[in-house]
Each structure stands twice: as C-alpha cells, then as structure tokens.
C-alpha cells in the first residue's frame, strides 16, 4: 500500500492526471436472489437477509466462507428500525465474519453498495463480495414513513411541508407544462409496469391496471395519484459478485461499467425541474466505460419511484428525445413484447414493489436474470445488454451499471 | 424526533432576512398525504417561488384562494407558524408564502 495525503500543490495535479485513466472492469456475477417483494409482516429483516444471501450463495455455488466482505445497502434502519449498526447485524445472517458495510443514499442505497463493493474488487482489497439490498417498511404507520422517507430530502422542503411524492409532484407539474403532456399519458406508465409485474412471481402487486383506474386513485400531491406512486414494501436481494478469474460460473453476466454522480440535495434550487443531472452525468460515463450508445441496450431496471420519474428517466439515458420520453412509453416503446428498449420487466418500483435499499440490487438481479436468459414469462428474447438506474432522493444521486450477457 | 431548539435559534436570522420579500410562483403542488408533523394541515400547497432577486424557494402557501395556484402568481414571504410539535417543543416558525 502506498497512500499519501496530498498537500495543495500536489492536489491540484491529481485529478487531471487520473482523470483520462480508463480502467477496465472484470467482474462476473456469480449468483443472484431476491426475496418476495411486498407486505411482509410476519417476516423479519434478519429473515429477509438470509434469505437473500443464502439464495445468491447457492445460485453462486460458493460456501459463506468464500466470501471476502459483505455490502449492505439500507436507508431506514436506524430511522425506522432504531438499529444503526446494521452491517453488524447482518453478517451474523452470513455465517462467515467478514468486514462487513452498511451504504446509505435514500432509494439509491443498494446501487450505492455496489459501486462500493465493485470498487473494493478494483482495487484488489476483496476478490469475492455479497451485497445485499434490504428494507423493511411496512412495521410502520403511513405518516412514519412519509416522515422518514422525506429525511432523503433537504431541510428546506421538509420544512415547506414537501413529502418525497410531492417533490415528484413538482417535477410532474413542470414537465407536464413544458411538453403539453397529460396526466393519462403519464398514467401509462404505471399501466406498463403493472402489466409487466403480472408476468413476476415475485412482484408485490400481479394485477393488470388500466389508465382509468390511475385516474380514478386518490389523490397524493396534484397532479400524483395513488397509483402513480410505488408502494411501501418489505424485501431483500443479493448479488455475488467476483474479480477471481479462477471462479467459473455457466453462464456469466458481467458487469461493465458502474458510475455514481450526485446532484444538490432539494430540487427547487436546481436549473431544470425536468431532467436530473446526475442521471445524465453517471449514464453518460457508463456508457463511455462500456463502450456503447444508449442504443445498444436491449432491457433496462428503471427507477420509477413516480410515474413522471419513468418519463424523465428515459430521455435522460438517452432512449427517448427530450419531451417524447412518456409519449414513447405510452405508445408501448418500452413495453415487453412489442418495444425496442424494454424498460423495468420486473414491473419496476411501481409493481415490483420498492423496499427502498433492495431495490438498487434487485434491478441487478432482474437484469442477470434477463441476459442468462432465464426470466421465464418476462423474457427480453436476446437481451445480450442491460442497464440499471437508481435514483436516491429526488436525483440527488444516481447509480447507473451496464451489465453484459454472455449466453448468446 | 424533536427539532432541537439550538437548531432554531442558529436558523432564525436567514428567516428574519426574507420576510417581506416577493416573488413568483414557479410551480406548485398540493400535499394530501403529509408526513407526521404536518397531518392536521393537510392538504396545503406547497409553491417554489423565484425571489424577485433571483433566488429560488420553497414553501408553503397560505391565506390564498383557488385562483392563486397559478404560475406567475405573486406571493410575499411571511413568518408563520410551521406544525405541530409535540408538548416539549420550541414552537417553530418559518417562512411561508401568501399571494399578493
């Protein structure tokens, strides 16, 4: 090891230097698990964890003991669940006492572990990690997770009375003046979602939903209905991943590029209220680390906390012009079956369901299963690239990973 | 959790600053599931508000009629009463927005 504390002069060279460096990423993923999404109440976050991880360590065919270190992302526990050592408790779940990390950053906490956990790969400290994404939300009342929800938020919308709904509210407001979009063209976001959830067994909600029935749900923040919003939710996944080359796996996906940018904390400061630059920072980094255009992606794990945040997410990636992203979807572009880029097979956050830290790895999960080829009813025929996007707050942050199928 | 008072008091002279002051709504929502501390308010607007400086807000809108939740809407910065705290509380006032 050789690490040196920078004095100012030195600092100033650093980061132009390190700058142009592109490394190049080898890391496979070995075995992946989630647990049902959904109103979990008779099962415990100790459960979900083990379940998650011994899922992915048998998917993975390795024993706890061949694992180096253990990530977890998780935003709530010391809010909700009054534990702030949660990597600790966790890894007793594992079997094996390994450094264990707890990640936070609001709904972006699981792709925030796994940045960390590939990072840890690069720098050759671990060669073979679990991260696990986890949450539990439904132990508690609808205004205590409003409140704590909104702890993602800054301290001036909090104290306007802003929930996490109503900031996307604001963004839906803006991007609904700024393209003469409606409020049913919106709605078609959670229709798709729903309709791909139906195909999930492991999905909170399996049932097919119409626009009329978006527009009949109550009211969160105008112009956000019921069910424009995702869910509370309970449940885990894991990922095993691995920099060791003497690891065979059947059937590897890779990961190709992992970027996190991040953006101001609240929205209402922010030059654009219809595209999050953190997004568009970390995706245009990814694909410049993997390669490709947005283009190339055939399937996608998009983070539709809110409708309008699908709608946005999409013209932000670079799948859809600015403007067009929710007539795209509407128009069935991104829908199983019948578009080019499928976004959110899994049913997204909205259907899916969103325990806020496991959603970042369960978009990991989705995509792995996706390019082996092994999504059964949700299949993407020939998915070869897949990309996930994981937002945290109202895109105060944003993970973006480009994954790689080698199955065709 | 409570808000500390030493919170408050650290706050207050960046809120004494803005009252007075005017601008323009720039977008705005109505809150109909607030969280905990808000709930007996709800539902309430919530405005951001470009200051006539430049500078952009946010907050809540009060004493206004339908007709006010418009864009372009102008509004004054005004010292209210936040939520509800609890019995042990500092009570907390803040800024909010009224239509002018």
Not at chain 1, 362 to 368: G, L, P, S, Y
Not at chain 2, 15 to 39: E, M, Q, S, Y
Request: hydrophobic share 40%; glycine share 10%; net charge positive.
């Amino acid at each position: 090891m050789r690490i040196g504390i920078l004095s100012e002069a030195r600092a100033v060279r650093g980061p132009e230097r390190s700058r142009g460096r592109m490394y190049s990423m080898k890391i496979n993923i070995l075995g992946t698990a989630t647990t049902k999404f959904g109103e979990l109440w008779d099962i415990s976050p100790r459960e979900l964890a083990r379940e998650a991880m011994s899922g992915a360590l048998r998917a993975s065919g390795l024993r706890p003991s061949q694992i180096d270190a253990l990530f977890v992302g998780n935003m709530l526990s010391g809010i909700l669940g009054n534990q702030t050592n949660l990597a600790s408790l966790i890894v007793e779940e594992l079997g094996a006492q390994v450094p264990a990390f707890r990640i936070e950053g609001a709904c972006a906490s699981g792709g925030l572990a796994l940045h960390n956990a590939i990072n840890s790969l690069n720098a050759g400290k671990y060669k073979t990690v679990l991260v696990l994404g986890l949450e539990k939300m439904t132990d508690h009342s609808q205004d205590e997770i409003t409140s704590a929800l909104s702890a993602a938020g800054s301290d001036e919308e909090r104290m306007s009375g802003l929930t996490f709904p109503g900031i996307y509210a604001l963004m839906a407001k803006a991007y609904m003046q700024a393209y003469n979009v409606s409020e049913e063209t919106l709605a078609a976001v959670s229709v798709k979602n729903h309709y791909h959830g139906s195909f999930n067994p492991k999905a909170q909600f399996q049932s097919i939903i119409t626009v009329g029935d978006v527009m009949r749900s109550p009211k969160v923040a105008d112009p956000l209905k019921l069910l424009d919003c995702s869910p509370v939710s309970d449940g885990a996944s894991a990922v095993v991943i691995t920099s060791d080359i003497l690891i065979k796996s059947k059937n590897p996906v890779t990961i190709i590029a992992s970027e996190v940018a991040t953006d101001t904390l609240g929205l209402y400061t922010r030059k654009s209220f219809t595209s999050l630059s953190a997004v568009v920072t970390a995706c245009q980094k990814a694909y410049q680390a993997a390669k490709i255009k947005p283009t190339d992606i055939d399937v996608a794990e998009i983070h539709d906390c809110f409708s309008i945040s699908e709608a946005i997410a999409v013209e932000d990636l670079g799948f859809s012009k600015k403007g067009e992203g929710a007539k795209d979807i509407a128009d069935g572009k991104t829908t199983l079956f019948k578009g080019k880029i499928i976004c959110n097979p899994s049913g997204g956050l909205k259907a899916c369901g969103h325990p806020v830290g496991a959603t970042g790895i369960k978009q990991i999960v989705e995509i792995t299963e996706q390019l082996r080829g092994t999504a059964g009813r949700r299949q993407v025929k020939g998915a070869k690239i897949g990309l996930t996007h994981n937002v945290g707050g109202s895109g105060a942050v944003a993970a973006i990973h480009i994954l790689k199928g080698s199955a065709i | 959790m409570r808000t500390s008072p030493v919170k408050l008091w650290r706050r207050q002279k960046d809120t004494i600053a803005v009252i007075g002051k005017t601008g323009k709504i720039l977008l705005w929502t109505i809150i109909r599931v607030p969280a905990k501390t808000f709930t007996d308010q709800a539902p309430y607007p919530v405005v951001i508000v470009k200051m006539d400086d430049g500078k952009k807000m946010v907050g809540q809108l009060v004493d206004f009629a339908k007709e006010n939740l418009i864009t372009g809407q102008k509004v004054q910065a005004v010292l209210r009463r936040l939520k509800t705290e609890g019995q042990e509380d500092a009570i907390y006032y803040h800024i909010k927005f009224r239509p002018i």
